[in-house]
């Protein structure tokens, strides 16, 4: 049994700068296929990495001549490089296996198989141990009746099965299987945070999170669960990282892994192992939690905690109670303050596009950044991700406008506010990124600070030409 998994050929995400991550996803599969299955032979494509284009990927499955094949989608606007890559496969073999999941096919089991029939299979949820389970009733040409966390087509109808359930700890996972792409790990970098050499690799602390914000996917997704790994299980990874692969920057992918208990105990491992001087490593955190969890800081800036990414989404308390945040603009400016003291790089990541927002409530947001004064800010419309509460609304109030799926990459406007149009919104995304860079002020401030990493990356983005790109929008 032979089974491929694949990193499509896409475009990156243009607001951070020119970038390439590992896949995460496919590797934590592909590794924990391997634990389970020592029969089955694995492939990692990743065509980014290794410059494969359609036909180059096209050629590759005819090399290989795998059963099964799974591609990566990660996130909505990947749907149809994802779909296009199980279609490629099919078109080699049609009768390969084809076996699509994640966060977007999930939520549209039902839609997606009745959309694409190149997709065999949509694996539910958590994909690990339902993805071992297909691959053995496929290797065995046995049914998928009794497979849980599926969605797939029986006698013409859609038919899905029970939910798989959570796997109870995580500890148990392997670590991801880096080793298949071994070859081409030089290839993966965040230029922006890191520098174009430095070697870069992704972490998973936790999945699921407590919070029910109206715009995430994410909670909904792991049933409304937050389960960590223990601390020393993510400091051997980390070290696992560094040592058997040169990682120097690691991202810790968690959507709340939360600055308390957990992240004190990670800091302390993390500085046992001797490697806290000789990496960084990046989170994203709730502005509350930064202030509820002061004292914790200065360890985790000693442990390598170089760059912060804050949910601060926006300056209005109302608006923060529409996405159910529970959080206030004053929380955002108290992080913001603890971060600086402590010489971590503070990002802030800000929401436009709700329903009640207008050209004078944007504006006032772009005034409360600049009182905020980020390291770097990063303006996103409001995008109603299939999963979400915001989609069921807007789905449901007819205020979608554009079903493409490739422009829900949160800097294409594809709903309006009651007082603004899609192209209004659009524009007033390149307003909000006008005015926080074409700042000569924050430019020269950027490119001169004292702080390794801001002057780094203010001197990068100013050769990006992001303003520029997303003028380009409309």
Not at 440 to 459: C, D, M, V
């Amino acid at each position: 049994m032979k089974v491929l998994f694949v990193e499509p050929p896409k475009d990156y995400w243009f607001v951070m700068g020119e970038y390439l991550p590992p896949p995460y996803g496919i590797l934590q599969l592909a590794a924990f296929l391997e634990s389970k299955n020592k029969d089955v032979e694995i492939m990692v494509l990743d065509c980014q990495a290794q410059d494969l284009d359609w036909k180059a990927l096209e050629k590759c499955v005819e090399s290989f001549d795998p059963d099964v094949v799974a591609s990566s989608a990660l996130a909505t606007c990947n749907t149809y490089v994802a779909v296009r890559t199980l279609e490629t496969a099919k078109k080699v073999n049609p009768d390969v296996l084809t076996i699509a999941g994640g966060q977007h096919f999930t939520a549209t089991a039902k839609e997606s198989l009745e959309t694409y029939p190149e997709v065999d299979v949509i694996i539910r949820g958590e994909g690990e141990q339902t993805f071992v389970e297909l691959v053995k009733a496929a290797s065995k040409k046995s049914s998928f009746s009794r497979i849980k966390g599926i969605s797939t087509r029986h006698n013409g109808k859609i038919i899905h099965n029970s939910p798989q359930p959570l796997i109870e700890n995580l500890d148990d996972l392997p670590f991801p299987g880096y080793h298949f792409i071994k070859d081409i790990l030089h290839k993966y970098h965040f230029t922006a945070m890191a520098g174009p050499k430095t070697r870069y690799a992704l972490v998973e602390g936790s999945r699921g999170c407590l919070h029910r914000c109206t715009f995430c996917s994410q909670w909904r997704h792991w049933e409304g669960k937050w389960r960590s790994k223990s601390p020393k299980r993510i400091a051997d990874e980390f070290e696992f990282c560094y040592e058997n692969y040169g990682s120097r920057f690691l991202w810790l992918t968690d959507d709340n892994f939360g600055l308390g208990r957990c992240a004190e105990k990670l800091s302390e491992e993390i500085i046992k192992r001797g490697i806290s001087d000789d990496i960084m490593w990046f989170m994203q955190v709730r502005c509350d939690n930064v202030s509820k969890h002061r004292d914790v800081l200065p360890k985790m800036r000693k442990a390598g905690l170089r760059w912060v990414l804050l949910g601060v989404e926006s300056h209005s308390q109302s608006t923060l109670q529409k996405f159910n945040k529970k959080t206030k603009p004053e929380d955002a400016k108290g992080a913001m303050k603890l971060l600086h003291e402590n010489d971590i790089f503070a990002q802030a990541m800000l929401i436009i596009g709700e329903r009640k927002d207008t050209a004078e409530s944007i504006a006032r947001l772009r005034e409360f950044v600049n009182e905020l004064d980020p390291d770097l800010a990063i303006f996103a419309i409001l995008t109603p991700f299939p999963g979400t509460e915001v989609f069921e609304e807007a789905k449901r109030n007819g205020w979608i406008e554009d079903f493409n799926w490739a422009h829900y990459d949160m800097v294409h406007a594809v709903m309006p506010t009651e007082t603004l149009s899609r192209e209004e919104v659009q524009r007033e995304l390149y307003k909000c990124y006008r005015s926080f860079f074409g700042s000569w002020r924050r430019r020269f401030q950027g490119i001169f600070s004292t702080n390794e990493l801001k002057r780094r990356t203010y001197r990068y983005m100013a050769t990006q030409g992001i303003i520029k790109q997303l003028k380009n929008l409309f």
